[in-house]
C-alpha cells in the first residue's frame, strides 16, 4: 500500500514519529512534507495529499496538525475524498469499514505516539464493508456531492 502524508507546523513535532510508524507497517511513503516547523496552510497540504489518492498514486492518505479538523476540513472538500478525524482505534477503523474514508487526520496536540501507532495501524488494515447498506449510503454520499457540484455549476 502507498500512503501519501503531509503535516502542518503543528503537526511538525510529531512528524518524525509517524514517518516511522508508516514505515515500521511497511508501507510505502509519499511525502508531501512539512519538513521544517515553519508555518504552512492545511488547505494546500490537503489539495497534494488528496490528488494523490485521486491520481491513483496513493491508496491512502494521512495528514497531521494540531487537532486534525483542519486537515479534515481541507480534504473533505476534494471531490471524492472523504476524510476523518480520529483520535482512537474504533473511529480508525470503522470510518474505513462503514465510511469509507481514505485520509486520516491526526491532531498532534490531542495524541501521543503510541497512540498515534494503534490508530495509523488499525487505520491502514480496514477495508470498506461489502455489506449492501455501508455500499448504499456510500454511494448516496458521492450522488449528495454530484447534486453540489451541478447547483454551483448552474450559479456560474
Known amino acids: 500500500m502507498t500512503v501519501a502524508f503531509a503535516n502542518?507546523?503543528?503537526?511538525?513535532?510529531?512528524?518524525?514519529?509517524?514517518?516511522?510508524?508508516?514505515?515500521?507497517?511497511?508501507?510505502?511513503?509519499?511525502?508531501?512534507?512539512?519538513?521544517?516547523?515553519?508555518?504552512?496552510?492545511?488547505?494546500?497540504?490537503?489539495?497534494?495529499?488528496?490528488?494523490?489518492?485521486r491520481q491513483g498514486e496513493a491508496e491512502r492518505g494521512i495528514m497531521l496538525c494540531g487537532t486534525g479538523l483542519g486537515a479534515a476540513i481541507g480534504a473533505n472538500k476534494i471531490p471524492g475524498i472523504r476524510a476523518?478525524?480520529?483520535?482512537?482505534?474504533?473511529?480508525?477503523?470503522?470510518?474505513?469499514?462503514?465510511?469509507?474514508i481514505s485520509v486520516l487526520c491526526l491532531g498532534a496536540k490531542i495524541i501521543g505516539p503510541w497512540l498515534a501507532r494503534e490508530i495509523i495501524t488499525a487505520f491502514l488494515k480496514a477495508r470498506f464493508s461489502t455489506d449492501e447498506y455501508f455500499r448504499q449510503r456510500d454511494q448516496k454520499v458521492d450522488e449528495m456531492e454530484l447534486d453540489f457540484a451541478r447547483e454551483l455549476k448552474d450559479r456560474i
Not at 28 to 49: K, Q, T
Not at 84 to 100: L, P, T, Y
Open 84 to 100: 476523518g478525524v480520529c483520535h482512537d482505534v474504533h473511529s480508525a477503523h470503522q470510518g474505513v469499514e462503514h465510511d469509507n
Open 8 to 53: 502542518d507546523h503543528s503537526g511538525y513535532p510529531m512528524r518524525e514519529e509517524v514517518l516511522r510508524i508508516l514505515s515500521d507497517v511497511g508501507v510505502d511513503v509519499i511525502d508531501h512534507g512539512n519538513n521544517s516547523p515553519e508555518r504552512v496552510d492545511f488547505p494546500d497540504l490537503a489539495r497534494r495529499v488528496c490528488n494523490s489518492i
